[in-house]
Structure formats: C-alpha cells, structure tokens
C-alpha cells in the first residue's frame, strides 16, 4: 500500500468519525428510577434534554430520595447514550481496537 492509499484511508474514516459523532447528537436516551417514577432524556453530547418526575413524588417529604432517584434516572440514561455512542463507533471500526478511536466514549 502506499502512502496516498493510507492517507486517504484515514481521511475517509475521520470524515465517517465526524459523520457519527453529529449524528449521535441528535441520538436520545431515557433512562429511569424508582419503577418510571422519574425519567431522565440525554442528548448524545450528554446534556440533559428533559427530567419527568411523577406528581406522587413531589411532596417534602420524599425530597432526599427524589434527589436520589433523579442522580439515578440521569446516570441511567449516560451509560446508555454511551453505550450507543460506543455501538456505533463499533460499526465504523468493524470491532477493532483502534487506539484513540475505540476509547472515544469510555
């Protein structure tokens, strides 16, 4: 192979890099706590996009754990938008272990 051949290689996969990170912004993932009663939506840029919380779940008295369970429900949706961040980046590199490429959403 010579050295062009590689290098254009290389172009096409950080172009197809960049092609799946944009496109795993628009991705989504809910993640939940407490059986649903509160639901957290991340972006693929893992910013928060919207927190649900059950009407029973809104008294004083439950304070501590609704705090608990919305730490949950959004750690819960980020393993799972990093999940498929690491998924399609998995696609791009046919499963193998390419330093600095494979790791991207450790």
Known sequence: MDMNSIMQ?????QEKMAGIQEALKKQTATGSAGGGMVTVVVNGSNEII??????????VDEKVML???IIAATNDALRKVKE???EEMAKLTGG?????VSNIFS
């Open 50 to 59: 919207s927190i649900t919380i059950e009407d029973a779940m809104i008294t």
């Open 96 to 100: 193998m272990n390419i330093p600095g």
């Open 9 to 13: 290689q290389a172009r096409q996969m």
């Open 67 to 69: 705090q608990d369970l």
């Open 84 to 86: 498929i961040g690491k």
